[in-house]
């Protein structure tokens, strides 16, 4: 494990090289095919790009962590409160941000893809349909598959949507805001208790983490929900600990990674765990068995099964060797 860019001891929005830049509540995290890193900003309300000599810029949001929802072009647009990101087929990157879905140019020009900011009463949370009349409710994870398709896990709402390439939103699995828990079904069959992280695998499988229930789920394309691990999982996390993983991400074999407090997880296509990561909490860089991390907010995976994450204001990647 190395440390790509950022400090754990220092924050805020400095754009540098490597340890001499400043991150802010880096959260999601996605790679592009020329390697360059895009990470997104809770507490920064911005999205930043890593080049691959490590030189960190802000592609889109303010210097001075204003939070809103504006569509700009660079410093000038706002996000209200971004936290997964991913990269479409068709080369944009589509951000969750609280009650829309944001779409980022290369350049750092920033619409809104499909969404409205609702009215403020619950009933109006969950609402699918066509860019113009949908709505999320906190939507956390976003997932996008070979097909144009994403996945969202919308938190509040309880659901996992799925939005087809125009941007129509639909619901995946899950009932609404007021129907939640832990039961495995078809669609609204199905119950989930705040969703929080969504990854999506080359064959259609969706995989979630169900953070309230502490569940990790798949759902496959006909919104089938069953569940592979959780609430409580004594070889993973000891006896004493509930299973909560904070991150998702999958690679391009099936294999789905997580973060939990006591290490990294790969589970394999399956069903094999394996640990990466368990020297226990800290800043410590090397070898997987003494690599420490503080807290993980976002995982990703390239075609070579390098693992980048976002950990206490700091991009870290673990590379084979």
């Not at 190395?2 to 754009?15: D, H, Q, R, Y």
């Not at 944001?102 to 609702?118: E, L, Q």
């Not at 068995?289 to 390239?302: H, L, M, N, Q």
Request: aromatic residues 10%; contains cysteine.
């Amino acid at each position: 494990m190395t440390t790509i860019a950022g400090s754990a001891t220092e924050s805020g929005e400095v754009n540098a090289k490597g340890l001499d830049a400043r991150f802010n509540g880096p959260v999601g995290i996605v790679a592009d095919g020329a390697h360059n890193l895009y990470v997104v900003e809770e507490l920064g309300k911005t999205v930043r790009k890593i080049d691959t000599a490590g030189n960190v810029t802000t592609l889109a949001g303010p210097a001075n962590y204003e939070a809103g929802n504006v569509d700009a072009t660079g410093a000038a647009a706002r996000f209200s409160n971004p936290e997964g990101i991913c990269l479409g087929v068709d080369g944009f990157l589509y951000v969750a941000d609280r009650f829309t879905i944001r779409k980022v140019s290369t350049t750092g020009a920033v619409s809104t893809f499909t969404g409205v900011i609702y009215n403020g009463s619950p009933t109006g949370w969950y609402t699918d349909g066509d860019p113009s009349i949908a709505t999320f409710a906190t939507p956390y994870g976003i997932a996008c598959d070979k097909n144009g398709n994403f996945y969202v896990a919308d938190a509040q709402n309880n659901k996992i949507r799925k939005i087809s390439p125009a941007g129509v939103v639909g619901s995946l699995a899950g009932v609404d805001y007021y129907h939640y828990g832990q039961k495995d079904g078809q669609g609204a069959g199905a119950l989930f208790f705040e969703p929080t992280c969504v990854a999506a695998d080359p064959s259609g499988i969706v995989y979630a983490v169900d953070g309230e229930s502490h569940l990790l789920r798949k759902i496959t394309p006909d919104g089938t929900v069953t569940t592979l691990l959780g609430p409580t999982e004594p070889s993973i996390t000891g006896s004493t600990e509930l299973f909560a993983a904070s991150a998702l991400a999958t690679d391009k074999s099936g294999n789905q990674y997580f973060a939990i407090r006591g290490g990294i997880i790969k589970r394999t296509a399956d069903g094999k765990i394996i640990r990466y990561a368990i020297g226990g909490i800290g800043e410590i860089d090397g070898p997987l068995p003494v690599a420490a991390f503080r807290s993980i907010t976002g995982i990703y995976v390239d075609d070579s099964e390098t693992i980048y994450i976002t950990d206490n204001n700091r991009i870290r990647k673990i590379s084979w060797q």
